[in-house]
């Protein structure tokens, strides 16, 4: 069964625009939420990680909101690249095992 | 610095027959996870195994088994192959069997016909 909803399911935004993603949990016993972006024919790689204890994290251009209470939380990319284009796979775990569920990505396209 | 391998890369099979797919995982990691990710959608689980034993377990049919070898590496294998096996086998590593941190192998393109 699906336990990651993930939205939207493409996207597209011009070069230096902002791109958003969304995603929607339901077990409560999620603890890790990582983001990986994956290029065609290659493996997903991790991008950036959050656990509930913070509400927001950020890495250079990328940037997770994180709401509990909503069990929702989003990936954010500041001044989106056409090297950027790419799917991006949300996903949930419990930490006590790796037994990671993704949801069914996004993939986003930036113009030039 | 290595990352995680995985063997072969593209395969074809037809119905029925076995596929055997390997996996090498990050020099120190000691947890070895399969995932099946099909055309359109994310990876699904199938199975972790740390220091050779199985921990974990997706829901997938028995026709699906794995194993950990003393080197940490790791073998898929998928018996009675079905036309709905194909797919992009993916092979990730971490260090611990819990924690979250997993990295993932280009994976192996499985096609059967």
């Known amino acids: 069964q699906q336990q990651v909803k993930q939205s939207p399911q493409s996207l597209i935004v011009q070069k230096g625009g902002i791109s958003i993603i969304n995603c929607a949990y339901e077990n409560t016993a999620f603890d890790y939420f990582p983001w990986y972006q994956q290029f065609p024919g290659k493996g997903p790689a991790l991008l950036i990680a959050i656990r509930p204890d913070v509400s927001e994290k950020k890495e250079g251009r990328f940037t997770i909101s994180f709401n509990k209470s909503a069990k929702q939380f989003s990936l954010h990319i500041m001044d989106s690249q056409p090297g950027d284009s790419a799917t991006y796979f949300c996903?949930?775990?419990?930490?006590?095992?790796?037994?990671?569920?993704f949801g069914a990505g996004t993939r986003l396209t930036v113009k030039p | 610095d290595a990352g995680v391998t995985q063997s072969p890369t593209h395969l074809i099979k037809t119905r029925g027959q076995h596929v055997t797919l390997r996996c090498s995982p990050i020099?120190?990691?000691?947890?070895v996870s399969w995932y099946q990710q099909v055309l359109g959608q994310g990876p699904q689980f199938i199975f972790q195994y740390y220091e050779k034993e199985e921990r974990g377990r997706g829901n997938f049919p028995d026709r699906f088994s794995a194993r950990q070898f003393p080197n940490y590496s790791s073998e898929l294998n998928v018996n009675a192959l079905l036309l709905g096996d194909s797919a992009l086998y993916l092979c990730a590593s971490s260090l611990a069997p819990n924690g979250g941190e997993q990295f993932f192998g280009p994976g192996t393109r499985l096609t059967v016909l």
């Open positions: 020099s120190g990691h000691k947890s």
């Open positions: 996903a949930a775990s419990i930490s006590r095992n790796n037994d990671m569920r």
